[in-house]
T-cell receptor, first 114, second 116 residues
Framework: DTEVTQTPKHLVMGMTNKKSLKCEQH?????MYWYKQKAKKPPELMFV???????INESVPSRFSPECPNSSLLNLHLHALQPEDSALYLC?????????????FGSGTQLSVL | AQTVTQSQPEMSVQEAETVTLSCTYD???????LFWYKQPPSRQMILVIR??????QNATENRFSVNFQKAAKSFSLKISDSQLGDAAMYFC?????????????FGKGITLSVRP
């Protein structure tokens, strides 16, 4: 199994809602990443987990809260989002988090905030 | 700070022809890693090819090859025998050699269309 699975594929939420994005991989990878991508723009790194510990937080607003319950699962909890947070949210994983490694990406969650 | 520049926003190639996508980067590091990722309409980013800066030999993966010019800080991607499935957005990316805390920095991307 060489896939990174993200759910849901699409999500529409109001600014007062609380929702979560889920990412799962069963490749035994120990590094997992959240990226945000606006249309026709490159992905922007949000968070990196290495061995289930948060190793990078790119000054992301606190309305985004990541969680890594185990080595296979990565969540992104959303609360009180703004319309400008509408974007494609991509999850990725890599074997050990080494800089020469291939990142395996999921197909993303397309988020719309109304 | 490292920057990655892809100056061409769009390119088009005839099926079966060859196309070269340009990328330049700026870094003060001597050792680093370079990547080309492809993002088709399905939105899933897929690694096309990667290059270690300490290797002088250009990386090759089937129809994809790179022209890595370290002194010029240039890393172009050549796609030979272009196929309709090659139509996608292509991102050049740079990563410094400092483990899990090293960030992958992407260029702005280039949209490649393939004419049948």
């Amino acid at each position: 199994d060489t896939e990174v699975t993200q759910t849901p594929k699409h999500l529409v939420m109001g600014m007062t809602n609380k929702k979560s994005l889920k990412c799962e991989q069963h490749m035994g990878h120990r590094a997992m990443y959240w990226y945000k991508q606006k249309a026709k723009k490159p992905p922007e790194l949000m968070f990196v987990y290495s061995y289930e510990k948060l190793s990078i937080n790119e000054s992301v607003p606190s309305r985004f809260s990541p969680e890594c319950p185990n080595s296979s699962l990565l969540n992104l909890h959303l609360h009180a989002l703004q319309p400008e947070d509408s974007a494609l949210y991509l999850c990725a994983s890599s074997q050990l988090g080494l800089p020469n490694e291939k990142l395996f990406f999921g197909s993303g969650t397309q988020l719309s905030v109304l | 700070a490292q920057t990655v520049t892809q100056s061409q926003p769009e390119m088009s190639v005839q099926e079966a022809e060859t196309v070269t996508l340009s990328c330049t980067y700026d870094t003060s590091e001597s050792d680093y890693y370079l990547f080309w990722y492809k993002q088709p309409p399905s939105r899933q980013m897929i690694l096309v090819i990667r290059q270690e800066a300490y290797k002088q030999q250009n990386a090759t993966e089937n129809r994809f090859s790179v022209n890595f010019q370290k002194a010029a800080k240039s890393f172009s991607l050549k796609i030979s025998d272009s196929q309709l499935g090659d139509a996608a957005m292509y991102f050049c990316a740079y990563r410094p050699p400092t483990g899990a805390n090293s960030k992958l920095t992407f260029g702005k991307g280039i949209t490649l269309s393939v004419r049948p």
